[in-house]
């Protein structure tokens, strides 16, 4: 008995969750929202590209480049690059 009475209690709480009205603005009323903080400046360093690889068809493996603006060097016999 007590257990049904906390199922019907635990899903009236569930249900009461998921269908709140949402609560009515007057018209007008709602402000634009504040811009957000810029963007941190670039480094004027060197470029640092993530330490990752990318493994060739012919099983050999190539680092990202800072000269290509740390994109995948091209794999050996690639004719794509």
């Known amino acids: 008995m ?19 009205p949402a609560q009515p603005h007057a018209q007008g009323s709602r402000k634009p929202a504040p811009a957000g903080p810029p ?6 360093g060197p470029l640092v590209c993530p330490a990752d690889v990318k493994l060739c068809p012919d099983g050999r493996y190539v ?10 060097d091209a794999c050996p016999g690639d004719p794509s690059h």
């Open 2 to 20: 007590i257990r049904t009475f906390v199922a019907a209690g635990l899903l009236l709480m569930l249900a009461a969750c998921d269908t709140l």
């Open 39 to 44: 963007p941190p400046a670039m480094p004027d």
């Open 63 to 72: 680092n990202r480049s800072p000269d290509r603006e740390c994109e995948f």
